[in-house]
């Protein structure tokens, strides 16, 4: 039996003879730009050359590691965008500062808030069936989507949408009736 021993370089040139234009392909489709594409596999040839252990990715000239070369690849790729955005510090002019933010506290408003919470309460545990108070409630404060619900509970997305309208609905009617919603 005789064993081959392959230096890093005769390892490389086998991947090179092989694999060259599908390294370039995976590396144009990660960059769409043929120029950065071929230096993108330009330097994954350097850092092999550079390993001490290239025959667990190239193993000899006929078994070569294609998704651990498509991983470095696409790591160098997305390091190179990390390398080259910075967050940049941005001054707020005076003049663009919204009014908003100065505006003043307004009582009435806080006050109509307050009552709003407190109806919304009382339709929740009084008036409304059990069952489509503790939907909403589960909708609201689980922040489901009617999907997600309907996935949770196995209850129809029809059957949820409807008793989400009717107790919206209802909410607005008397939020409306007490002039508190307009």
């Known amino acids: 039996m005789v064993i081959y021993y392959m230096t890093n370089s005769q390892r490389v040139e086998a991947l090179y003879k092989k694999h060259n234009s599908w390294l370039n392909a ?6 769409s730009n043929k120029e950065a594409a071929e230096e993108l596999v330009q330097n994954l040839y350097l850092k092999l050359l550079e390993m001490p252990n290239i025959e667990k ?10 998704f651990y070369l498509y991983k470095m690849l696409k790591s160098d790729f997305l390091n190179g965008i990390k390398a080259k955005s910075k967050l940049i510090s941005v001054q707020i002019k005076e003049d663009l500062v919204s009014s908003y933010a100065a505006e003043e ?38 922040d489901h989507s009617i ?31 007490e002039n508190l919603y307009n």
């Open 147 to 177: 999907q997600s619900l309907s996935d949770a509970t196995k209850i129809s997305k029809n059957a949820i949408f409807t008793s989400l309208r009717k107790t919206k609905t209802l909410i607005k009617q008397k939020a409306q009736d």
């Open 57 to 66: 990715i190239v193993f000899n000239e006929k078994d070569i590691n294609l």
């Open 105 to 142: 506290y307004d009582e009435q408003e806080d006050e109509n808030t307050e009552k709003l919470l407190q109806l919304v309460n009382t339709i929740l545990t009084g008036s409304l069936h059990w069952f489509d108070s503790k939907l909403f409630t589960t909708y609201l404060d689980d």
């Open 26 to 31: 995976c590396a144009f489709n990660l960059t």
